[in-house]
């Protein structure tokens, strides 16, 4: 019925992992190579006002082919790969009718992907999976969710009998590094309200995702040889050690789920005379995402105190705000994925993401952007899997939401 599994294997094998300390945007130049083949495709498609520009965002048009003027409607997924983990020679494979066992990724290097560490395998039983070869993560966040649009595209460009209206399609960089949409032109994309295909399960569906910060931590030691050491010595990991003991313990992300935020330590480097320490702060609730933030602030304060002024500097900066508040106040777009959903033979299961999504911030610029699913599981990691069945669902929501959309009055 659709591409959209041909075209994911081809995006994948391209490698477009972003970097976190980058200076330039993109951050990395190899996410331009997936972006200018996606050109090329949309293009090739038949697609109208198709663009590539000077920051790596890939847009298109597919004008509408009915006469009713109804709301355009813009659909967007995420060219990078997550820094976490390779994204260089992915070599993707398809299961077919899985079989609820063990799949050997690497017989060489015994790496397996089994049902007794992520469960969720077993939800495909029967099913077709995508899968690595055990040595990098697969793509499928978010190669998958552009897969799902271009396939989708193609199909409603090779049926014109399918109602819709004018469509917008965006292909961002740098979502994995929080700064996919830093310099996208929301008046100029045109879209009434859009949809970010990049979530993971099959019919999930979400309109909530964290309050973010990020918490960079500069610690100014003095090193002495240790046989002197007394009064005089400050070590900068030590110093990192005991500011990273004051935060609350159970307040770290290994020991939180659903609505619950967290304090996360991401990295730590250093020696006796200089350290750094990242962490990043979630939460849904807005009060409890300031309360948290403020909890870094008065451990940084008492090392200060402990230590001496200027031993530790602190720089909190925020990412990103929960979309609910700006997608709630237009609940037509929720509805409109709920009978999508629902018309494809899904029940969305609509939950907090935990996590982030272009359309945290785009919500914010004033595109409202909730989140459908593409049937990726166990993302930016080598046992990451795809469910081709979840994939053409995906698909075929998007073209459903379009139809649907031509219908509004």
């Known amino acids: 019925m659709f591409d959209s599994l041909e075209r994911f294997l081809r995006y994948v094998r391209i490698d477009t992992q972003s970097a976190d300390e980058s200076e330039t945007y993109p951050s990395t130049a190899k996410q331009l190579d997936l972006a200018r083949l996606l050109a090329e495709e949309l293009r090739a498609l038949g697609m109208a006002e198709v663009q590539l520009d000077e920051y790596g965002y890939v847009t298109a048009t597919l004008p509408a082919n009915i006469e009713a003027s109804v ?4 659909f967007l997924a995420h060219m990078d790969t997550s820094p976490a983990a390779s994204g260089a020679g992915v070599k993707p494979r398809v299961v077919e009718n899985y079989d609820g066992q063990d799949i050997v990724l690497n017989p060489e290097k015994n790496i397996l992907l089994s049902p007794r560490d ?79 295909i990049d979530g993971g399960r099959v019919g999930e569906f979400s309109y909530e995702t964290f309050n973010a910060a990020s918490a960079k931590i500069k610690i100014n030691g003095r090193s002495v040889h240790p046989g002197t050491a007394k009064g005089h010595l400050k070590s900068a990991i030590q110093v990192a050690i005991d500011f990273h003991n004051l935060l609350p313990v159970f307040d770290r992300a290994e020991h939180t789920e659903k609505r619950e935020g967290f304090i996360h330590l991401t990295d730590m480097a250093g020696e006796a005379e200089n350290a750094h320490i ?15 933030k403020e909890e870094v602030r008065q451990a940084a304060d008492f090392i200060n105190q402990r230590y001496g002024e200027g ?77 081709v069945e979840g994939l053409e669902k ?7 939401i379009s139809k649907l959309v031509a219908e509004l009055k």
Request: hydrophobic fraction near 40%; glycine fraction near 12%.
């Open 71 to 74: 709301p355009v409607v813009g």
């Open 118 to 196: 992520f469960p969720s395998l077993l939800d495909h039983k029967g099913g077709r999976l995508v899968v690595t070869d055990g040595t990098t993560l697969l793509g499928a966040d978010d190669k998958a969710g552009i897969a799902a649009i271009m396939g989708a595209m193609a199909h409603l460009i090779a049926h014109p009998e399918v109602p819709h209206g004018k469509l917008r399609i965006g292909f961002t960089p740098d979502e994995e590094v929080g700064e996919g949409v830093k310099f996208f032109d929301v008046p100029a994309f045109g879209a009434d309200f859009a949809y970010t």
């Open 278 to 292: 990242n962490y990043i702060i979630r939460d849904h609730d807005e009060a409890a995402f300031a309360r948290r």
């Open 311 to 387: 031993t530790l500097e602190l720089e909190i900066r925020d990412q990103y705000f929960n979309m609910r508040k700006m997608i709630e106040v237009r609940p037509e777009i929720i509805e409109i994925a709920r009978k999508a959903y629902r018309a494809v033979g899904l029940e969305p299961m609509e939950e907090a993401v935990r996590g982030g999504t272009d359309g945290s911030r785009l919500s914010y610029m004033g595109l409202p952007t909730p989140n459908i699913f593409t049937g990726g599981y166990n993302g930016h990691g080598r046992f990451e899997y795809l469910s």
């Open 394 to 400: 995906a698909t075929e929501v998007v073209v459903t």
